[in-house]
T-cell receptor
Framework: DGGITQSPKYLFRKEGQNVTLSCEQNLNHDAMYWYRQDPGQGLRLIYYSQIVNDFQKGDIAEGYSVSREKKESFPLTVTSAQKNPTAFYLC?????????????FGQGTRLTVV | GQQVMQIPQYQHVQEGEDFTTYCNSSTTLSNIQWYKQRPGGHPVFLIQLVKSGEVKKQKRLTFQFGEAKKNSSLHITATQTTDVGTYFCGGSQGNLIFGKGTKLSVKP
């Protein structure tokens, strides 16, 4: 059953701790993306990757880091430098960049930092 | 940088009424995509428009891409409660830049 999987669905962390969100896809897509969603703010691009071992900053990359060691995996680390980390995080994948084909989104991870 | 504006931010309709959301870009787009996000869910792809002036229909949904490829609209005829959710447009000049979405609520 092909798709894109994010885990966990809900995540709680204490302020000052780094946290890593998982994103795995078995669609054989080259491109993967991380978006952040806040109420009334739409979807804002954090990082994207077109190929393994390469990734680019999006509009709001500060306080985040990513890696792309495998085609299937694109984990996102929310560091303690991110001032407002509480948000809904969505991972997506597509056949390539530019995104001229549909994007498939994961179920999302809702991160709460207390 | 590229910006995609979407209006209205919220729309409340009575079931059976029509609904339209509009998307405008500050730059010419190579394509535009529309997604629907149900409450508590994730965005799901609806359609992609590529050609200038393109119009596509999916049952009660009509999508248009402007002649200048800078604007687009989604029109729903005779809304149903199943149409509830947030509708996002995403404009592509490279990466997909999303509008803030229009949240649709439908009163039975």
């Amino acid at each position: 059953d092909g798709g894109i999987t994010q885990s966990p669905k809900y995540l709680f962390r204490k302020e000052g701790q780094n946290v890593t969100l998982s994103c795995e896809q078995n669609l054989n897509h080259d491109a993967m993306y991380w978006y952040r969603q806040d109420p009334g703010q739409g979807l804002r691009l954090i990082y994207y990757s077109q190929i393994v071992n390469d990734f680019q900053k999006g509009d709001i990359a500060e306080g985040y880091s990513v890696s792309r060691e495998k085609k299937e995996s694109f984990p996102l680390t929310v560091t303690s430098a991110q001032k407002n980390p509480t948000a809904f995080y969505l991972c997506a994948s597509s056949w390539g960049v530019p995104m001229n084909t549909e994007a498939f989104f994961g179920q999302g991870t809702r991160l709460t930092v207390v | 940088g590229q910006q995609v504006m979407q209006i209205p931010q919220y729309q409340h309709v009575q079931e059976g009424e029509d609904f339209t959301t509009y998307c405008n870009s500050s730059t010419t787009l190579s394509n535009i995509q529309w997604y629907k996000q149900r409450p508590g869910g994730h965005p799901v792809f609806l359609i992609q428009l590529v050609k200038s002036g393109e119009v596509k229909k999916q049952k009660r949904l009509t999508f248009q891409f402007g002649e200048a490829k800078k604007n687009s609209s989604l029109h729903i005829t005779a809304t149903q409660t199943t149409d509830v959710g947030t509708y996002f447009c995403g404009g592509s000049q490279g990466n997909l830049i999303f509008g803030k979405g229009t949240k649709l609520s439908v009163k039975p």
